[in-house]
């Protein structure tokens, strides 16, 4: 069993910065790919960034050149450095990882962390 920790959200003025962190624990071969995610309320989940585990990353239009996915294999863990936050940013963030297990593949989700950045 794999278990994902998020850290890092919080209340952060527009302009300002956060940096998330899915840290990955447990059972499993290695780290592989995933993503982030985000739900505000009463709108549907989007891709917020995923990375590939060749480190290859792709990001929505609404956070590219203000958010940066990145991963620490050492540590296991994946984060987000999120720049620039707006208003609209604010959402629960959720980390999305496909750990290597000795099962193959398996998909993990994150419990969520909340941002809110205010005007």
């Known amino acids: 069993q794999v278990q994902l920790v998020e850290s890092g959200g919080g209340l952060v003025q527009a302009g300002g910065s956060l940096r998330l962190s899915c840290a990955a624990s447990?059972?499993?071969?290695?780290?592989?790919?995933g993503g982030w995610y985000r739900q505000a309320p009463g709108k549907q989940r989007e891709l917020v960034a995923t990375?590939?585990?060749?480190?290859?990353?792709n990001y929505a239009d609404s956070v590219t050149g203000r958010f940066t996915i990145s991963r620490d294999n050492a540590k296991n863990t994946v984060y987000l450095q999120m720049n620039s936050l707006k208003p609209e940013d604010t959402a629960v963030y959720s980390c999305?990882?496909?750990?290597?297990?000795?099962?193959?593949?398996?998909?993990?989700w994150g419990q969520g962390t909340q941002v809110t950045v205010s005007s």
């Open positions: 447990g059972i499993f071969v290695s780290m592989n790919g």
């Open positions: 990375i590939t585990s060749r480190d290859s990353t």
């Open positions: 999305h990882l496909f750990p290597n297990t000795i099962f193959g593949e398996q998909a993990y």
